[in-house]
């Protein structure tokens, strides 16, 4: 998996650098380059592998996997600034933001927002205009204020709420801020031929979820200096988590659950799933 993992980053990163060549280089270029760079790269492997499911080939599914990778570049960018998460670090590098300043993050933010749907909608993705509509409709609805940027509000909120958030609250909280891009990134190769999305939603619901339970897992028990940023941070702020709700060997166990779940939900598709499932399993294994 790492090696599978590894080599797309390669190829998406190479993509995405010759996407920025237009934008020049000057300083909000710059930090749009530097946004980029790194990261595991796990949306851009679910695009990829759910495109092969459906026999698109990687030279037509790297457009809209570079694309979500621009997207969730943008929302770290933002997400790291002093008005939301005020963090230092990503990746072990210091944030856009701290490198450079606030106006030139929120800048880059935003031309990597806008980035992103330049690379979903390219012609050299979906190969009909309507795939490429849907594509860029579900990527607006999973970015918006619907998805992820909701579920980024509620986590603010949350910092300031007189009761801590319950189970329940937390898990509709990170179904967008973590789990809609995710979905959007799993159904693509679907979306791309006008196939049905039911399997592969149910898988990225669960893969999603789990994915952030082993977050706050990695909050609670990870290394600053391996996980390249800050942690304690949710403990210290007092905000409830799935390791506080439910104790850390429960939060290990319910996201080991949710594997499962997701592993099942791709039995449709044989051994050719084998990759998405080997996915599932790396997401609650990592320490960063």
């Not at 993050?105 to 849907?134: C, I, K």
Request: proline fraction near 2%; glycine fraction near 10%; hydrophobic fraction near 45%.
């Amino acid at each position: 998996m790492h090696e599978a993992l590894t080599g797309l980053a390669a190829r998406v990163q190479t993509h995405l650098e010759q996407a920025l060549v237009p934008f020049g280089d000057g300083q909000v270029a710059q930090a749009m380059q530097y946004a980029v760079s790194g990261g595991k790269r796990v949306r851009a492997f679910l695009v990829t592998e759910s495109a092969k499911l459906h026999g698109v080939p990687e030279a037509r599914a790297i457009w809209p996997a570079s694309g979500i990778e621009a997207m969730h570049a943008y929302s770290l960018v933002h997400d790291d600034m002093p008005c939301m998460d005020d963090d230092a670090l990503r990746r072990g590098q210091p944030t856009v933001h701290v490198k450079w300043d606030e106006a030139t993050a929120t800048l880059a933010g935003d031309a990597l927002q806008s980035l992103a749907f330049e690379l979903v909608l390219h012609p050299g993705g979906a190969e009909t205009a309507q795939a490429q509509a849907a594509l860029g409709l579900g990527l607006a609805r999973a970015a918006g204020g619907q998805g992820m940027v909701l579920g980024q509000s509620l986590d603010i909120a949350a910092e300031t709420a007189e009761i801590p958030l319950n189970l329940e609250q937390i898990t509709h909280l990170q179904a967008g801020k973590t789990g809609a891009l995710i979905e959007w990134s799993a159904t693509t190769g679907a979306v791309m031929v006008g196939a049905s999305t039911e399997a592969l939603s149910t898988f990225a619901q669960a893969l999603g979820l789990a994915f952030q339970i082993q977050d706050d897992i990695i909050d609670v028990i990870g290394d600053a200096s391996e996980v390249g940023k800050a942690v304690g941070k949710d403990a210290a702020a007092g905000k409830a988590t799935f390791v506080s709700l439910l104790g850390l060997d429960g939060a290990k166990h319910r996201a080991s659950a949710l594997v499962d779940q997701a592993c099942d939900a791709l039995s449709i598709y044989g051994n050719d799933a084998d990759m998405l499932q080997q996915l599932a399993r790396f997401v609650i294994s990592r320490q960063k």
